[in-house]
């Protein structure tokens, strides 16, 4: 049962040790949502837009799963904007 448990929470921390990297196809550039951030409606997240060269601040607006797509739609708080990421699946 300890080895169970163990290898588990080895699984749960790995996959929390990356980033989400996804795509905004209006601004045509390369997000990536780093490690640490609550991606669920209602919360800010931080996230680093390659385009702009800097992290950025935004609260998510809604998140939507269809297969193994995963789209968020944030309020970005630095350019005033709502965006939308279409994000790689993580399973």
Avoid: C, P, Q
């Avoid at 209006?26 to 997000?31: A, G, P």
């Avoid at 680093?48 to 950025?56: H, K, S």
Wanted: proline share 0%; no cysteine; net charge negative.
């Amino acid at each position: 049962m300890i080895k169970f448990l163990l290898s588990t929470l080895l699984i749960l921390l790995a996959n929390n040790s990356y980033a989400w990297e996804g795509y905004d196809y209006e601004k045509e550039t390369d997000i990536e949502i780093e490690k640490g951030n609550l991606v669920r409606s209602g919360k800010d997240i931080e996230f680093y837009d390659y385009e702009a060269g800097e992290y950025r601040d935004a609260e998510v607006l809604g998140i939507h799963r269809d297969g193994s797509k995963v789209t968020i739609d944030v309020y970005d708080y630095d350019s005033g904007e709502n965006r939308e990421f279409e994000m790689e699946d993580e399973k």
